[in-house]
């Protein structure tokens, strides 16, 4: 690129070079436009995050941790909200953790990649992973449905929701992390005697929990954010308890946001954007988390 | 793929019986009972799959058994809850394109400018910095991104600023802050694609005296067109199955959308409304709900099909 500069600045000029230069008026104006999308896209976030903030500041209190629901803005909370959102994370977590690492073990590092049925689930979990997050609630209702369950608005329910729509991203990252240890890595342990699971279980998933971590992470930080699959497990309702076991009725934070920005006073519409605010705190400081995992753990082989 | 050489070995120690005895015999059973264990983990994932369908098929065929598919694939009025009640799609169909065209038209030359620029202009130390930014954008919650939709784009910006005659919901915010929301998506694929063409093309493009400008254009962009592609139609997919944001900023009247300025429901935003409503389990109400559903998820496997097409089709491979 430097060989243009040289050419159209030289004296001989036989061929017509003038409109190829790096500076001419075209080639700059393509590269201010390619500034200004990314421009516009960080400007849309800056005032998004502005307007959250100007709503949502003057009513930023305890009282939004602390306080529970109620039919006048200025004495509400998001207390049950909260809770709700932790126990429904937890227990994504628990369900979804295992299962994601085992299925990429397996993917990883023992499948026969020819056979058809392992190349089925690969195929399979790429297109689980495009599937609209709402068809994932409309899955976990037909599955309480089918268990008779008569109450769908239960903690369980929600975090089976959320665990299978985060599955195949955990699966993802796993594997990742575990494509990234080094063949030698097993190759030496297989050589001192170690059987393929003892290679798995004591080198290769110790050395690929970092990326494991950071990939978990960011798909919780994904769950706690989703709001579509509960609202159709019927989680916008006025809960005034604290949700207390696997079976409670529960509420999460985007939900009482979706709530609150529905509601015509204005009193409400300045608590969803504070709650807005504290829920993208939480977000922020998981993801920062997730890096710094990253950062600090990785090992470069 | 290196165990699977262990494993193969393993046969030929136990068929031979002069192998040294590496007691080994009884971890060998409980390795199978692992990896049996592991294996029905990555099963599970079809089994997730097969549920989806069953979940949504099985409600859907007592739908279709009291509404024929014709009224509701053609029928131009979606009526569900009245007691007249229609149970035509279109209407559903004309929001949710409209509000998947009106995000396209902000995420598409967005997020490929953004990824030519990543790509091709940025020094590596910038595109660390850029890239994370961007990705912030996908990290914020869909929810959230619909009270600003409500609260600051419909309400303030078309309403107040641009003195549009607009009502209190709209397709047109809901679909540009979706548009706004994709834009990470589409260029971080785009990106990926771009940055695995080989150098040597760009090298060849500019010995023969193109700027970087033609060289991206002309050179870069056609060689990975498939990746565009995918990372496009990936886009449309999310914007399809997109639900808070139309459920909050695009009203719940469903009705055949003329123009971007009017209120519609989307079948996403359908779903999530009259999910809602404590309907009874097997009721034709109930069953609407996952008619719906699997229209929408038989049409977003249809679009990613066609993303894994395009690019098993059209790859170039260096």
């Given at each position: 690129?430097?060989?243009?500069?040289?050419?159209?600045?030289?004296?001989?000029?036989?061929?017509?070079?003038?409109?190829?230069?790096?500076?001419?008026?075209?080639?700059?104006?393509?590269?201010?436009?390619?500034?200004?999308?990314?421009?516009?896209?960080?400007?849309?976030l800056v005032t998004l995050l502005v307007t959250?903030?100007?709503?949502?500041?003057?009513?930023?209190?305890?009282?939004?941790?602390?306080?529970?629901?109620?039919?006048?803005?200025?004495?509400?909370?998001?207390?049950?909200?909260?809770?709700?959102?932790?126990?429904?994370?937890?227990?994504?977590?628990?369900?979804?953790?295992?299962?994601?690492?085992?299925?990429?073990?397996?993917?990883?590092?023992?499948?026969?990649?020819?056979?058809?049925?392992?190349?089925?689930?690969?195929?399979?979990?790429?297109?689980?992973?495009?599937?609209?997050?709402?068809?994932?609630?409309?899955?976990?209702?037909?599955?309480?449905?089918?268990?008779?369950?008569?109450?769908?608005?239960?903690?369980?329910?929600?975090?089976?929701?959320?665990?299978?729509?985060?599955?195949?991203?955990?699966?993802?990252?796993?594997?990742?992390?575990?494509?990234?240890?080094?063949?030698?890595?097993?190759?030496?342990?297989?050589?001192?005697?170690?059987?393929?699971?003892?290679?798995?279980?004591?080198?290769?998933?110790?050395?690929?929990?970092?990326?494991?971590?950071?990939?978990?992470?960011?798909?919780?930080?994904?769950?706690?954010?989703?709001?579509?699959?509960?609202?159709?497990?019927?989680?916008?309702?006025?809960?005034?308890?604290?949700?207390?076991?696997?079976?409670?009725?529960?509420?999460?934070?985007?939900?009482?946001?979706?709530?609150?920005?529905?509601?015509?006073?204005?009193?409400?519409?300045?608590?969803?954007?504070?709650?807005?605010?504290?829920?993208?705190?939480?977000?922020?400081?998981?993801?920062?988390?997730?890096?710094?995992?990253?950062?600090?753990?990785?090992?470069?082989? | 793929?290196?165990?699977?050489?262990?494993?193969?070995?393993?046969?030929?120690?136990?068929?031979?019986?002069?192998?040294?005895?590496?007691?080994?015999?009884?971890?060998?059973?409980?390795?199978?009972?692992?990896?049996?264990?592991?294996?029905?983990?990555?099963?599970?994932?079809?089994?997730?799959?097969?549920?989806?369908?069953?979940?949504?098929?099985?409600?859907?065929?007592?739908?279709?058994?009291?509404?024929?598919?014709?009224?509701?694939?053609?029928?131009?009025?979606?009526?569900?809850?009245?007691?007249?009640?229609?149970?035509?799609?279109?209407?559903?169909?004309?929001?949710?394109?409209?509000?998947?065209?009106?995000?396209?038209?902000?995420?598409?030359?967005?997020?490929?400018?953004?990824?030519?620029?990543?790509?091709?202009?940025?020094?590596?130390?910038?595109?660390?910095?850029?890239?994370?930014?961007?990705?912030?954008?996908?990290?914020?919650?869909?929810?959230?991104?619909?009270?600003?939709?409500?609260?600051?784009?419909?309400?303030?910006?078309?309403?107040?600023?641009?003195?549009?005659?607009?009502?209190?919901?709209?397709?047109?915010?809901?679909?540009?802050?979706?548009?706004?929301?994709?834009?990470?998506?589409?260029?971080?694929?785009?990106?990926?694609?771009?940055?695995?063409?080989?150098?040597?093309?760009?090298?060849?493009?500019?010995?023969?005296?193109?700027?970087?400008?033609?060289?991206?254009?002309?050179?870069?962009?056609?060689?990975?067109?498939?990746?565009?592609?995918?990372?496009?139609?990936?886009?449309?997919?999310?914007?399809?199955?997109?639900?808070?944001?139309?459920?909050?900023?695009?009203?719940?009247?469903?009705?055949?959308?003329?123009?971007?300025?009017?209120?519609?429901?989307?079948?996403?935003?359908?779903?999530?409304?009259?999910?809602?409503?404590?309907?009874?389990?097997?009721?034709?109400?109930?069953?609407?709900?996952?008619?719906?559903?699997?229209?929408?998820?038989?049409?977003?496997?249809?679009?990613?099909?066609?993303?894994?097409?395009?690019?098993?089709?059209?790859?170039?491979v260096y």
């Open positions: 690129m430097k060989a243009d500069n040289r050419t159209s600045e030289s004296d001989i000029r036989p061929l017509k070079l003038g409109g190829n230069a790096e500076r001419a008026p075209r080639p700059l104006i393509f590269l201010g436009l390619l500034w200004l999308s990314l421009l516009v896209a960080f400007s849309v959250i903030l100007v709503e949502g500041l003057p009513v930023l209190s305890s009282d939004l941790v602390t306080e529970y629901p109620s039919s006048r803005p200025e004495e509400a909370g998001a207390r049950p909200a909260i809770l709700g959102s932790v126990w429904v994370i937890i227990t994504t977590a628990v369900l979804t953790l295992p299962l994601g690492i085992a299925a990429a073990v397996h993917l990883e590092e023992f499948a026969d990649k020819h056979n058809w049925l392992n190349r089925l689930i690969e195929l399979n979990v790429q297109n689980l992973a495009a599937v609209p997050s709402i068809i994932y609630g409309l899955l976990a209702l037909g599955f309480l449905a089918m268990l008779q369950v008569d109450n769908k608005n239960i903690v369980i329910g929600g975090a089976l929701a959320l665990s299978l729509l985060i599955l195949p991203v955990v699966i993802m990252a796993t594997r990742e992390g575990l494509r990234a240890v080094p063949r030698e890595i097993r190759d030496a342990s297989l050589a001192l005697g170690a059987t393929p699971w003892q290679t798995v279980w004591r080198q290769v998933l110790p050395a690929s929990v970092p990326s494991i971590a950071t990939g978990s992470i960011l798909a919780l930080s994904r769950a706690l954010g989703e709001a579509a699959p509960l609202l159709v497990l019927g989680a916008l309702v006025y809960i005034t308890f604290d949700p207390n076991g696997l079976l409670s009725g529960y509420t999460t934070l985007p939900i009482q946001i979706f709530n609150w920005t529905g509601r015509p006073q204005e009193g409400f519409h300045q608590l969803a954007a504070a709650t807005s605010v504290l829920l993208l705190i939480v977000l922020l400081l998981m993801n920062a988390l997730a890096i710094y995992i990253r950062n600090a753990y990785q090992k470069r082989w | 793929m290196t165990i699977t050489s262990a494993g193969t070995r393993r046969p030929t120690t136990r068929s031979d019986g002069e192998a040294p005895v590496l007691f080994t015999a009884r971890r060998r059973w409980s390795e199978s009972v692992i990896k049996l264990v592991l294996r029905l983990a990555a099963i599970l994932t079809i089994a997730t799959t097969v549920g989806i369908l069953i979940a949504l098929v099985i409600p859907s065929i007592s739908f279709f058994s009291e509404v024929s598919i014709i009224e509701f694939l053609f029928g131009t009025r979606w009526a569900p809850r009245f007691a007249q009640a229609s149970f035509g799609v279109v209407p559903l169909i004309t929001a949710t394109l409209w509000t998947t065209m009106i995000a396209l038209i902000v995420a598409v030359p967005l997020g490929l400018g953004a990824a030519i620029l990543l790509s091709e202009y940025a020094h590596p130390r910038l595109r660390k910095i850029l890239k994370p930014m961007l990705e912030i954008l996908a990290g914020v919650p869909t929810v959230v991104y619909g009270f600003f939709a409500l609260q600051f784009v419909q309400t303030t910006v078309l309403r107040e600023w641009l003195g549009l005659p607009t009502q209190a919901f709209s397709v047109l915010s809901a679909g540009l802050v979706m548009g706004v929301m994709i834009v990470p998506t589409i260029a971080s694929l785009a990106e990926d694609a771009m940055s695995s063409v080989p150098s040597a093309l760009r090298q060849g493009s500019a010995a023969l005296g193109a700027n970087r400008m033609q060289t991206s254009l002309r050179v870069v962009f056609p060689a990975a067109l498939s990746g565009i592609v995918a990372a496009v139609v990936l886009g449309i997919s999310r914007a399809v199955g997109e639900t808070m944001i139309v459920a909050i900023a695009a009203g719940n009247q469903a009705q055949i959308v003329a123009s971007p300025l009017d209120q519609g429901q989307t079948m996403t935003g359908f779903i999530a409304n009259a999910a809602l409503g404590d309907s009874r389990v097997g009721s034709l109400e109930y069953n609407t709900l996952f008619a719906v559903g699997l229209l929408l998820f038989l049409l977003t496997m249809l679009i990613n099909a066609i993303s894994i097409g395009f690019v098993r089709r059209y790859r170039e």
